[in-house]
Each structure stands twice: as structure tokens, then as C-alpha cells.
């Protein structure tokens, strides 16, 4: 599929199942291969991926709601713990660290970077997993939840949570997408 057409057909679902159209090692595959393949910058390979998947991701979701002390609504949380799996988005502060030790001239840069090839690999995912029929949303919970998953994970203190995005089966498709006035954000200059 053409990326423009995944682009495309990817949209936010929050209403999904545990029941994937694939094989869940399909889908393990997927966001393997594809983190290996998404750029960044000095090829300082910063994004680290998790995924919860059947109890975990029951866990997961749960804590999430716990550490929120019931502010969010407990339907939202319930929505995401649906899903089959959530892919935690990360990146390593340890590399963006060395790399800034290394090349001095650009420390400034380097979490920004960092950042930058996560939101790629995010897109990449995302659309990917579309193209296999799976939905998913992008969730940014953290930092309020980012001790509470860390610790029921044993995940490195040097991992800092970018994003989290719960995927499942499509129950039910999204409204249409709204037409924009593209040329407020595009300009070419001749």
C-alpha cells in the first residue's frame, strides 16, 4: 500500500476488542521490523517500544486508572483496556546522553531528535498496523503515570514515556475525517 493511502486510512479508534484480524505475532513482527526501520538522527537508535498484550495490557490500563484516583472517566480507561495490546513509545535518555557526550555541538539537539524519531516511529506503527485491519488511538497519559508503569514493567529509570497506544479489532469505524484548508499550513514558494 502506498503511504499516502495508509496515511489515509489511518484514524483514531477507540472502539476496539481483543480480537485482532491477525495473528498476534504478526502484529509483534510488524512493530519489530518497523522500529528498525524508522531513522534517527546519527543513527542513535533512541526509540525503545514495549508492548502489553493480554494480561499486562489488563494491567496496564488498569494502573493507569488507579494512578488517576477515578479523574479519568473510567469508561475512557475501559475503552483502551479493550484493546488487544497498547505499544508504550519510549525513548532511552542513557543513548541521548552518551551521544551528547560525544558530540558536544549538538547536546541541544539531541532530545529534540530523539523526540522527533519517536513521533516517526509512532506514524509508522500506527499506519501499519492500520494496513492489517487493526485500530489503534495515541494517548499521552505520561508523565502522571510514568512511576506507576515503570515499576509494574521493571522498566529502566533512563526510559522516558512519550506516548501510549492502545490497539485492538475495529468494532466501529470513525466519523469522516474533516476537509482542512490546506494551503493555512502549506506554502510553496516559486
Same mark, same amino acid.
Given at each position: ?16 476488542? =481483543?480480537?485482532?484480524? #491477525?495473528?498476534?505475532?504478526? #502484529?509483534?513482527?510488524? %512493530? ?21 498484550? !493480554? ?5 496496564? @490500563?488498569?494502573? %493507569?486508572?488507579?494512578? $488517576?484516583?477515578?479523574? #479519568?472517566?473510567?469508561? =475512557? %480507561?475501559?475503552?483502551?483496556?479493550? !484493546?488487544? !495490546?497498547? %505499544?508504550? &513509545?519510549? &525513548?532511552? +535518555? ?6 551528547? /557526550?560525544? $558530540? ?5 539537539? $539531541?532530545?529534540? @531528535?530523539?523526540?522527533?524519531? /519517536?513521533?516517526?516511529? +509512532?506514524?509508522?506503527? @500506527? ?13 499521552? &497519559? ?10 509494574? $514493567?521493571?522498566?529502566?529509570? &533512563?526510559?522516558?514515556?512519550?506516548? +501510549? ?9 470513525? !466519523? ?7 494551503? =493555512?499550513?502549506? +506554502?510553496?514558494?516559486?
Amino acid at each position: 500500500m502506498s503511504i499516502i493511502k495508509s496515511l489515509n486510512k489511518r484514524r483514531t479508534y477507540y472502539a476496539i476488542n =481483543k480480537q485482532l484480524p #491477525v495473528k498476534e505475532e504478526q #502484529v509483534i513482527e510488524l %512493530i519489530k521490523k518497523t522500529t528498525e526501520l524508522v531513522p534517527d538522527a546519527f543513527d542513535m537508535k533512541s526509540s525503545r517500544v514495549v508492548v502489553a498484550l !493480554g494480561e499486562k495490557q489488563n494491567q496496564l @490500563w488498569d494502573t %493507569i486508572y488507579d494512578v $488517576f484516583e477515578g479523574k #479519568v472517566a473510567k469508561e =475512557k %480507561i475501559e475503552s483502551f483496556r479493550s !484493546g488487544a !495490546g497498547t %505499544i508504550l &513509545y519510549y &525513548y532511552d +535518555q542513557s543513548v541521548i546522553q552518551e551521544m551528547q /557526550s560525544k $558530540f558536544p555541538l549538538y547536546a541541544d539537539n $539531541f532530545p529534540i @531528535w530523539a523526540s522527533q524519531a /519517536s513521533g516517526m516511529l +509512532q506514524i509508522s506503527i @500506527w499506519s501499519a498496523l492500520r494496513d492489517l485491519e487493526i485500530g489503534a488511538s495515541l494517548q499521552h &497519559y505520561n508523565p502522571i503515570i510514568d512511576q506507576a508503569v515503570r515499576k509494574l $514493567f521493571n522498566l529502566p529509570e &533512563y526510559y522516558v514515556l512519550v506516548a +501510549q497506544m492502545p490497539f485492538g479489532g475495529i468494532i466501529d469505524e470513525p !466519523g469522516e475525517k474533516a476537509v482542512e484548508d490546506i494551503s =493555512k499550513r502549506v +506554502q510553496i514558494i516559486r
